[in-house]
């Protein structure tokens, strides 16, 4: 069952704790993104990787980290500098950076109090 | 130069009735444009994408219309049911892709009412 999975659905964290979301993809894909989606702002890039040990800033980088150790695994760290982390975020797939199709996983709604 | 500019922001149709998206670009290197369809609390997925060598791309009761010179682009669905009531969004991808993800415009609410 290929697809992308994304580890907790529902996730809290107390302010100034660093915290990781898991994305995970069996699709043998090249390319991951990370996107943050707030109400009336759309899906706003956070980073991208291309390839193994490789990733760019996105739009709203600041705040957030990544690592792309393997291919299939493309965690985000949201930071206890991101301002404003209470957030729906979204990881997603695409055979390569230049496929216009983007597979998404289910998203992570991290709230911080 | 790099953004979709999507509207409206929110939509009600009757059911039955025809809806109606628009998206306009800037950027004449885009040669991609896919509509995304997300359910609340779900990931985005593909509905229907379109390339600029074509007008128009049917699937079922969705359509995209796209005009070149105008640089615009429309997503229409034909008989819209309480079933399509999610969020849609449109998207374009540049010739020079392999540097430039996918740009996003900022999403229609959609809500189809009996």
């Known amino acids: 069952d290929g697809g992308i999975t994304q580890s907790p659905k529902y996730l809290f964290r107390k302010e100034g704790q660093n915290v990781t979301l898991s994305c995970e993809q069996n699709l043998n894909h090249d390319a991951m993104y990370w996107y943050r989606q707030d109400p009336g702002q759309g899906l706003r890039l956070i980073y991208y990787?291309?390839?193994?040990?490789?990733?760019q800033k996105g739009d709203i980088a600041e705040g957030y980290s990544v690592s792309r150790e393997k291919k299939e695994s493309f965690p985000l760290t949201v930071t206890s500098a991101q301002k404003n982390p209470t957030a729906f975020y979204l990881c997603?797939?695409?055979?390569?950076?230049?496929?216009?199709?983007?597979?998404f996983g289910p998203g992570t709604r991290l709230t911080v109090t | 130069q790099q953004q979709v500019k999507q509207s409206p922001q929110s939509l009600i149709v009757q059911k039955g009735g025809i809806s109606i998206i628009n998206c306009a670009y800037e950027n004449t290197a885009f040669d991609y444009f896919p509509w995304y369809q997300q359910f609340p609390g779900k990931g985005p997925a593909l509905l229907i994408a379109?390339?600029?060598?074509?007008s128009e791309k049917k699937e079922g009761r969705f359509t995209i219309s796209f005009n070149k010179s105008a640089k615009q682009f429309s997503l229409h669905i034909m008989d819209s049911q309480p079933g399509d009531s999610a969020t849609y969004f449109c998207?374009?991808?540049?010739?020079?892709?392999?540097?430039?993800?996918?740009?996003f415009g900022k999403g229609t609410r959609l809500s189809v009412i009996a």
């Open positions: 998207a374009a991808l540049g010739e020079d892709s392999g540097n430039t993800p996918l740009v």
């Open positions: 379109i390339r600029p060598d074509v």
């Open positions: 990787s291309q390839i193994v040990n490789d990733f």
């Open positions: 997603a797939s695409s055979p390569s950076q230049g496929a216009g199709e983007q597979y």
